[in-house]
Every structure is written in C-alpha cells, then in structure tokens.
C-alpha cells in the first residue's frame, strides 16, 4: 500500500520509543503476528505546518506498543500547544489511518542501517527526548481536553514497580524502562522508583 502524502510543510515520521542521537540506537524488538519485526515501543510524531511554524518544538505523539499479538495505541500526548492544533489534524489526518501508516513507517526504519536511521530520524532531532504533556489514553475521543500534572497515586507507583521489575527480568536498565515508558527525565523516573521502594512496592536496592 502506497504511503500517505502529507500537505506540504508537513512532518510525519516513526521512531522507537527513546530513540536518541548521542548514542547508538538501542531498543527491543517484537515479532508481531509473525509477519513483521518492529520496536517493542515505538512512537509517531506528527506536526502540521502550522504547528511547525508556530513552534518548531510542537509535536503530536501517538505511542505504540508492540506484542506478538499485536500493536496497540499506548496513548496520544505531544509538545507545546498541541492540544489547540489536534482538530486540524485530525481533519487532514484520521486517527482511523493512524496506526497503518505508523507501522509501515517503522518497519521501513527497521530495515535501515544504523547510519540510515540516524539521517531518517534527524526531523525528530529537536524534540527528542519525549516529553510528557497532557496524555489521552487509548479509547477516549481525541477532543481538546483541559491539561493536568500527573498525580503520584499508589496506583501510578504501583505502575512504576511493574515496569521497574519486568525491565529487570528482561535484562533492560530497570530505571531507563521506566524514564520511557512515562516519557520523564531520568531524575524524575529515579524519584519514583524510590517513593516505589519506600512503599515497599520493589525491594531494596542492592549495594
């Protein structure tokens, strides 16, 4: 199927969850329903335009994360005033055409060079790392929203811990997993793993 054309001055592009250029790329990988191989969380970035010309900073994302059943939308947040451009986009570019088009993105990335990829994902260079800013999670309306701070609940620290442990039963860096996974700093992910282990949500850390 042949890849959707954007209007002009528009930025559309897919890149594992983290993806950075100060060090060599470095992400998992999924098989997903054995028919293709992509990063086990991965994003779309979108910016009309118009957002682009306001700021060049203000992004769309859309997260995605992969299994061998399936791919599934994580949640939709962005950068800068987003909110205030998701109707336009949305106009030109459904939410129902997101996903594929999200998937041949990053299987063509996958199949790029480590060089190649570094060069495909430079429109991503100045907004990487990934912010969080005002998630809507999979299954609410894509309709502007009133932005709010993340609440740090028992059950958002219970969160924390999970993926604390799963990343270290998969030999990932346990607190990196987390600084992705919530698309934080690695000092904010750092403080929740702590008020997590002071909850006696995870267990001491190891000397």
């Not at 209007?7 to 992400?27: N, R, Y």
């Not at 480590?114 to 998630?135: D, H, N, Q």
């Amino acid at each position: 199927m042949e890849t959707r054309r954007f209007p002009e001055g528009w930025i559309v592009f897919a890149v594992p969850s983290g993806f950075s250029f100060d060090a060599e790329p470095t992400f998992r990988t999924v098989q997903v329903d054995g028919r293709m191989t992509v990063p086990a969380d991965f994003v779309m970035l979108i910016a009309s335009a118009e957002m682009r010309a306001k700021d060049p900073q203000m992004m769309i994302i859309v997260d995605y994360i992969a299994s061998e059943s399936g791919i599934r939308l994580h949640k939709v947040f962005g950068t800068g005033d987003w909110i205030d451009h998701l109707a336009e986009v949305v106009q030109e570019f459904p939410p129902s055409e997101w996903q594929a088009h999200a998937e041949r993105v990053i299987v063509n990335f996958m199949l790029l060079t480590t060089p190649e990829r570094l060069e495909a994902a430079k429109p991503a260079e100045s907004v990487v790392p990934l912010p969080v800013v005002a998630p809507i999670t999979a299954g609410r309306q894509l309709e502007p929203g009133v932005q709010r701070r993340r609440k740090i609940t028992h059950d958002h620290l219970r969160e924390v811990a999970t993926v604390y442990s799963e990343a270290l039963e998969n030999d990932d860096p346990p607190t990196r997993a987390v600084q992705q996974h919530f698309r934080v700093s690695h000092s904010t992910a750092a403080k929740w793993v702590g008020q997590a282990r002071k909850g006696g949500m995870l267990p001491p850390a190891k000397e």
